[in-house]
Every structure is written in structure tokens, then in C-alpha cells.
Nanobody, 124 residues
Framework: QVQLVESGGGLVQAGGSLRLSCAASGRTFSAYAMGWFRQAPGKEREFVATISWSGRATNYAGSVKGRFTISRDNAKNTVYLQMNSLNPEDTAVYYC?????????????????WGQGTQVTVSS
């Protein structure tokens, strides 16, 4: 079992930045690729970013590429999502997820563990 706890969400003005963190506990963190997903009100959960077990491979949704950066610190069992140039369309609950696979994964259905989510609200 892997437990995931997100933090760092909040209210920010358009153009601002936030950094989300996801702390993992349980089994060996470095054995898992990690991902960030988000769900806005009335919409389906969507992929945001993913990172391989080593951190050397990443992938981003087109809507966030160039603005968001995913990273991880295996020594701290933590994955991060740095979000810059935020706009109101980024408003959503952001979820951290872990997949029992060392390589990047964009499909939510493949992920094995999920956090409870953290709210990000971007005001115009």
C-alpha cells in the first residue's frame, strides 16, 4: 500500500504561481512512477503531468506544457508540481497518483493509488 497526501493548493490570482507537493508513505517510493491529475467542477478527471521513477522522463498535457513542471525527490518520498502562469482554466482539484510501474503513464485507469486531492483556485 502507498498513502499519498497532497498539499500546497490555495487561491491565487491569474498569472501567479503555486507549488503542489505530494508526500508518499508505505512501499518503496522509487518503485513507482507518479502523476498529477485534475478535475474541475462538472468535468472529468484529466491528466496533467507524469514522471518516471528516476525523474529522467516526464510528460505533460498540452494545456500545461511550458507552464507546469513535475519533479520528484526520492530521498524525501515527495513529488512536486510547480505551476506558473496560472489562469482561471487551471482551477480544479489536483490529485497525486502512483502507478506500480517505473515508467511514465498518462492514463488514469493505470494508476494504483490516489491522494485525496488539493483545491487550486485561480481568480481572474
Amino acid at each position: 500500500q502507498v498513502q499519498l497526501v497532497e498539499s500546497g493548493g490555495g487561491l491565487v490570482q491569474a498569472g501567479g504561481s503555486l507549488r503542489l507537493s505530494c508526500a508518499a508513505s508505505g512501499r518503496t517510493f522509487s518503485a513507482y512512477a507518479m502523476g498529477w491529475f485534475r478535475q474541475a467542477p462538472g468535468k472529468e478527471r484529466e491528466f496533467v503531468a507524469t514522471i518516471s521513477w528516476s525523474g529522467r522522463a516526464t510528460n505533460y498535457a498540452g494545456s500545461v506544457k511550458g507552464r507546469f513542471t513535475i519533479s520528484r525527490d526520492n530521498a524525501k518520498n515527495t513529488v512536486y508540481l510547480q505551476m506558473n502562469s496560472l489562469n482561471p482554466e487551471d482551477t480544479a482539484v489536483y490529485y497525486c497518483a502512483a502507478v506500480n510501474d517505473r515508467f511514465i503513464q498518462v492514463l488514469a485507469s493505470f494508476y494504483d493509488y490516489w491522494g485525496q486531492g488539493t483545491q487550486v483556485t485561480v481568480s481572474s
